[in-house]
């Protein structure tokens, strides 16, 4: 059995003809992950007790021919940004060490009640902040496909526990390109839900409007089995939306041709990466191929996306992040005689450089004074952004971009330099301000055997669409 | 808009924010806050009089991400998490309370 390139479908046929056993499939990863996680660093604490006693449940069933559910014996890790009992949930920082939440996310649970074994918990940026998986106070994570470099972020533990073999899917959570940039790095398939799709219930939130809970896979119909598991409204979350759950598999199976997809001249001028260009052009020539139109769009506030982003999760993060103060989980600092020393020495201590960074600039910009200069320009750039894709849309089904303007770079390379390291996100905010769902997916290879990503763009509510054509791409790569 | 950040702004943020910082930490953001925001600076070519905010995209779809009544749930009592394995993971508790140093200062 190829831990490598196990899909869902797979695992589930291999259950069911009694090749392999649940627990058997977990031992297996778990294995894998002593021998080779040491190298990658991508998960952060294994839950083998609540995992192998899911196990045993699917074996139990499968031995008494019960039908078994959609994930049976799937092994999955989680993201660390996302609450499950008996494990601890460090969200990448110190200051919720030792933290155990006492409640599951809604997503993680529905995965397990479909069947799915949850191996464990996955490194990750410092609540989820950061571009490349360098900002976890757990250590950087390394990319599975080259050592030397990043596995993005803020998924990349997620990313990489996947294209390694741990398990074979993940989750991750995407505020500005968290699930589909480090997908791109990896070579694995990473889909973003449009807001609302997935309850929030259970995720350690970083910026509220924006945050969101998606899948990583090893293709794109395991995209879609995941989305149609954890996709729906929850009675915890306000803001899950009630819209229908489609049959996302079945959408995403359909045929392309006659379908008009848009590329947006904004996504491919100065900065991007020759073989990435020439790779993503392919991906639009074999869509023209499989019977799609091809019009070229204009995004025209796409270069505003970057600094919209900065101003508005900046401001949401330093008002989510004012719960962390040593009152009722994590981290305590106790030297303090004092209430408010004690919230100032305990974030002092719990925080990375980048968290405070961008707590600091959050608090300005909402500040007395800067409110109106800063986060409600951006608020009102943000609704242009949003009309330029409900624009495109109105004559477009799907519209095609490269992922990442780089293949995944060198660690340490940028991490200097925040200003360089937030543009490596060019592709990837717009979409996350308008809230619209987008899949990121493998479209060949660098000469040097870095992985490149496309990334397929849909209107809200409309990933069967996005997931259609991702895997029309998918296709043209075997 | 980019007045420049001074080592003062940057000790009043931190202050608001409650984040204590090391004299080094507060150079370092002071460059940090100024570089970013020098980029955030390219806001201010579009003219947005008449733009309204967008805070979710919920305002901009309507219905479709709806804020209307069926987003509220009944109001039934039903079972809450356990408070003691909330106190449990509280780093100082007293049985019913979270438990903070003095509040009041003299």
Known sequence: MNLETLSIDQTRAALTSGETTATALAEVHYARIAQKDGEINSYLSLAKDRALAQAAKIDALAKAGDPLPPLAGVPLGIKDVLTMVGSPATAGSKILEGYHPPYDCTAVAKLEAAGAVLLGKLNCDEFAMGSSNENSAYGPVHNPRALDRVPGGSSGGSAAAVAAGFCVASLGTDTGGSIRQPAAFCGVTGLLPTWGRVSRFGLIAFASSLDRIGPFTRNVKDAATLLGVMAGSDIMDATASHTPVNDYVAESQKPVAGLKIGVPEEYFGEGLDLEIRAAVEKSIADLKAAGCEIKKISLPHTRYAIPTYYVIATAEASSNLSRFDGVRFGLRDKSASTLTGMYRQTRDAGFGAEVKRRILLGTYALSAGYYDAYYKKAQQVRTLLTRDFLSAFADVDAIVTPMTPTPAFKLGEKTDDPVAMYLADVYTVAASLAGICGVSVPCGNTKEGLPIGVQILGRHFDEGMALRVAQAVENAQK | ?106
């Open chain 2, 1 to 106: 808009m980019s007045e420049t950040v001074t080592l003062d702004v940057v000790r009043r943020v931190a202050e608001l924010a409650l984040l204590e910082l090391k004299d080094d930490e507060v150079v370092r953001m002071q460059k940090d806050l100024n570089a970013i925001l020098g980029h955030i600076d390219q806001l201010n070519e579009l003219d947005t009089a008449g733009v309204p905010p967008m805070a979710q995209v919920s305002e901009i779809l309507g219905g479709q991400v709806e804020a209307s009544a069926d987003a509220l749930r009944e109001d039934l009592v039903r079972p809450s998490i356990d408070r003691t394995a909330v106190l449990r993971e509280a780093p100082e508790a007293d049985h019913r309370f979270f438990k903070v140093p003095k509040v009041i200062e003299r």
